[in-house]
C-alpha cells in the first residue's frame, strides 16, 4: 500500500494551497483518510480527518479555513487550505486506516509528507 501525496510548496498569508492524496496497492476497505501536519520542532497533530461514510473531523485551528474532500471510488483524499496562515508552515502527511482484504484488520498508513511554507 502506498500513499501518494501532491501539492503543497509555498503560498503567502490569505492565499490557498491544494493538497491530494491517492491511495493505492492492495486495498480492500478505507476507513478514514485525512491529514496530519508537522512543524519544526512540534509533535505531529491532526489537521482533518474524513471517514467513508462522510464524517468529518477538523482541528479547531482550521475550521473555517480548510476543506476535506474525500473520493471513495478513486481512494482519493483532498485537503483546500484558504487563509493560509504562516503557522500553518509544516510537512503534512497523508494518512489512511484501511485493510488488505476483507477478513482483514484495519491499520494506520502514511505517506511520505509534503511541505508547505507559507510567508507572512
Known amino acids: 500500500v502506498q500513499l501518494q501525496a501532491f501539492g503543497g510548496g509555498l503560498g503567502q498569508a490569505g492565499g490557498s494551497l491544494r493538497l491530494s492524496c491517492a491511495a493505492s496497492?492492495?486495498?480492500?476497505?478505507?476507513?478514514?483518510m485525512g491529514w496530519f501536519r508537522q512543524a519544526p520542532g512540534k509533535q505531529r497533530e491532526l489537521v482533518a480527518t474524513?471517514?467513508?461514510?462522510?464524517?468529518?473531523n477538523y482541528a479547531e485551528p482550521m475550521k473555517g479555513r480548510f476543506t476535506i474532500a474525500r473520493d471513495n471510488a478513486k481512494n482519493t483524499v483532498n485537503l483546500q487550505m484558504n487563509s493560509l496562515k504562516p503557522e500553518d508552515t509544516a510537512v503534512y502527511y497523508c494518512y489512511a486506516n484501511l485493510r488488505q482484504s476483507l477478513w482483514g484488520a484495519f491499520y494506520d498508513y502514511w505517506g511520505q509528507g509534503t511541505e508547505v511554507t507559507v510567508s507572512s
Open positions: 474524513v471517514t467513508r461514510g462522510g464524517s468529518y
Open positions: 496497492g492492495s486495498i480492500d476497505s478505507i476507513a478514514v
